[in-house]
């Protein structure tokens, strides 16, 4: 077995985790770690990520409370008014269902 991003061999390494193959050089060698106790725990919270990505917008980093569904965060929608003298328009989308709430911020 060789490092991944360097070539050397591997050696054997003991860690508080348990044992496996590591590079001489300290690269992280991610797919053999995975048969280790320590990276089933990573595993986990991978699973969890992965699950919040897929279940929610990720570009939902607005405190906005949806009054549809009533999740907080939301997406912030810039509707750019280039072609008039209309101010640009503000839209919320709830990063759960999609409601669209236009803000009022028009000063016109
Ligand atoms: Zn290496
Ligand atoms: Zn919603």
Redesign the pocket.
């Known amino acids: 077995m060789f ?6 061999l ?1 050696r054997p390494k003991t860690t508080p985790y348990g044992k496996w193959m590591a ?5 992280s060698q991610p797919k053999l770690n995975q048969e280790d106790t320590k990276l089933q725990t990573k595993n986990t919270n991978e699973g969890k990520l992965l699950e919040v990505n897929l279940g929610e917008n990720p570009l939902s980093v607005h405190d906005h409370i949806c009054p549809r569904c009533g999740h907080n965060k939301a997406e912030l929608i810039e509707i750019s008014a280039n072609y008039s003298d209309e101010d640009n328009i503000y839209r919320m989308k709830c990063g759960k269902c999609s409601f669209v709430v236009q803000l009022e911020g028009k000063t016109t």
């Open positions: 490092c991944k991003t360097c070539g050397s591997l590079c001489p050089n300290g690269h």
